[in-house]
């Protein structure tokens, strides 16, 4: 007689080095962790200084979250941790939490390889719906960071997701239907009604749907 052994979910890893404010992300993020059938993993990024680190080989990483609190992304440890979950868990998207909204900081996560930027002064509902659509393939970061500066000459943004197209025009994702994703060249911001494409961004942010106006 055969026993099933029922699989291993696919788990997400929540890195911070504080443990205090590690064990509250995981808290917060408990119901949605359920609600997509994934396990959250509490992680020391300290340790990945260690030569000898290998992460869980049996483990199936769907997405890796970095709380920074007040901490730069541009500190050489910071970047250390960035470049060590990105070269272990390669595959898993990486997403990072910051105190710290200054534009310079989500640039330099997208120039680092990280699939999103969350501030931690927007809601919770809005967080959870940015982490949902990372693990489903997206991409999720502030306007102003491709607003205020582009980091190479040419860059192509796109904040929101990927385009995964379901047909002509569509930019549905396939991990989560029924969110779409805008992406657009950084270069438009410029031409004329930048302001009046700013403000609908800004409104993505607040409630994420597809937005003709950037198509």
């Known amino acids: 007689m055969s026993i099933l052994v029922s699989a291993e979910p696919r788990s997400v890893l929540v890195a911070d080095i504080l443990c205090l404010r590690r064990e509250g992300t995981q808290r917060l993020l408990h119901e949605w962790a359920e609600a997509h059938g994934v396990a959250l993993r509490p992680f020391d990024p300290s340790?990945?200084?260690?030569?000898?680190?290998?992460?869980?080989?049996?483990?199936?990483?769907?997405?890796?979250?970095?709380?920074?609190?007040?901490?730069?992304?541009?500190d050489r440890t910071v970047s250390g941790w960035i470049g060590g979950l990105l070269s272990h868990y390669?595959?898993?998207p990486l997403v990072i939490i910051s105190d710290r909204s200054e534009d310079e900081e989500a640039v330099s996560a997208l120039r680092m390889g990280a699939q999103g930027f969350i501030h931690t002064g927007i809601a919770p509902e809005i967080?959870?719906?940015?982490?949902?659509?990372?693990?489903?393939?997206?991409?999720?970061f502030p306007p102003g960071a491709l607003i205020a500066r582009t980091p190479r000459p040419g860059l192509s943004g796109r904040l929101?997701?990927?385009?995964?197209?379901?047909?002509?025009?569509?930019?549905?994702?396939?991990?989560?239907?029924?969110?779409?994703c805008v992406g657009w060249h950084?270069?438009?911001?410029?031409?004329?009604?930048?302001?009046?494409?700013?403000?609908?961004?800004?409104?993505?942010?607040?409630?994420p749907r597809r937005l003709s106006l950037l198509r």
């Open 47 to 74: 340790e990945l200084a260690n030569p000898e680190f290998t992460p869980e080989p049996s483990q199936a990483w769907a997405l890796c979250i970095l709380n920074l609190g007040g901490q730069s992304i541009n």
């Open 90 to 92: 390669a595959g898993a």
């Open 127 to 140: 967080a959870m719906n940015a982490l949902s659509f990372i693990m489903g393939g997206g991409t999720f």
């Open 160 to 180: 929101f997701g990927r385009r995964r197209g379901r047909g002509k025009g569509s930019t549905e994702s396939r991990g989560l239907p029924g969110l779409h």
């Open 186 to 207: 950084a270069g438009k911001l410029r031409w004329p009604g930048a302001e009046m494409r700013l403000r609908a961004l800004q409104r993505f942010m607040q409630k």
